[in-house]
T-cell receptor, first 114, second 115 residues
Framework: AQSVTQLGSHVSVSEGALVLLRCNYSSSVPPYLFWYVQYPNQGLQLLLKYTSAATLVKGINGFEAEFKKSETSFHLTKPSAHMSDAAEYFCAVSDPGSNYKLTFGKGTLLTVNP | GAVVSQHPSWVICKSGTSVKIECRSLDFQATTMFWYRQFPKQSLMLMATSNEGSKATYEQGVEKDKFLINHASLTLSTLTVTSAHPEDSSFYIC???????????FGQGTRLTVV
């Protein structure tokens, strides 16, 4: 079974600082990996996805993530945090053995301090 | 990206009544739709997966008679919470996907409060 671990339920950075949100996965097959963002009382918006093409994936709003098979990681980064980046971030893995349903990590709340 | 519309965005109902939540794909055909439940400050818990024209597949521990899912067309799926109780209060989110490995797009969510 697939699983996702997000290290750090809460990350706090200063505006303009580097954002690093960690995600490790377990999968018996090459995975599809996703990062989603959720603002309060809203659904999820896709930031970026890895589907076995380039290992460095660029997404929306300046975010990017690097797939590292040797480390089973897919960490999300952004060089310079904006106040508008404050939200909940979810890493997810897609399971080809189960109708490609998504398994989510527990989420990381990002706060951005002025 | 594609748009998934979920309605209503919030609803308050009395204990014992039923509530229907709609999930529509506006600009694509959703061959598969997913229903999630999210508790405060927690992740999304998959409740069920539905394919158009087929019965939904429920995750372990989810009562299929309580959470009725219908996916009658390629653009609409509904979740009906029957005989709602206060413990059913939660944030419910749907997502829709066209094709097997296409990315899933999420609705805005529905905040259900049962009083």
């Amino acid at each position: 079974a697939q699983s996702v671990t997000q290290l750090g339920s809460h990350v706090s950075v200063s505006e303009g600082a580097l954002v690093l949100l960690r995600c490790n996965y377990s999968s018996s097959v090459p995975p599809y990996l996703f990062w989603y963002v959720q603002y309060p009382n809203q659904g999820l918006q896709l930031l970026l996805k890895y589907t076995s093409a380039a290992t460095l994936v660029k997404g929306i709003n300046g975010f990017e993530a690097e797939f590292k098979k040797s480390e089973t990681s897919f960490h999300l980064t952004k060089p310079s945090a904006h106040m508008s980046d404050a939200a909940e971030y979810f890493c997810a893995v897609s399971d080809p053995g189960s109708n490609y349903k998504l398994t989510f990590g527990k989420g990381t709340l990002l706060t951005v301090n002025p | 990206g594609a748009v998934v519309s979920q309605h209503p965005s919030w609803v308050i109902c009395k204990s014992g009544t039923s509530v229907k939540i709609e999930c529509r794909s506006l600009d694509f055909q959703a061959t598969t739709m997913f229903w999630y439940r999210q508790f405060p400050k927690q992740s999304l818990m998959l409740m069920a997966t539905s394919n158009e024209g087929s019965k939904a597949t429920y995750e372990q521990g989810v009562e299929k008679d309580k959470f009725l899912i219908n996916h009658a067309s390629l653009t609409l799926s509904t979740l009906t919470v029957t005989s709602a109780h206060p413990e059913d209060s939660s944030f419910y989110i749907c997502s829709a996907r066209e094709g097997l490995i296409a990315e899933a797009f999420f609705g805005q969510g529905t905040r259900l409060t049962v009083v």
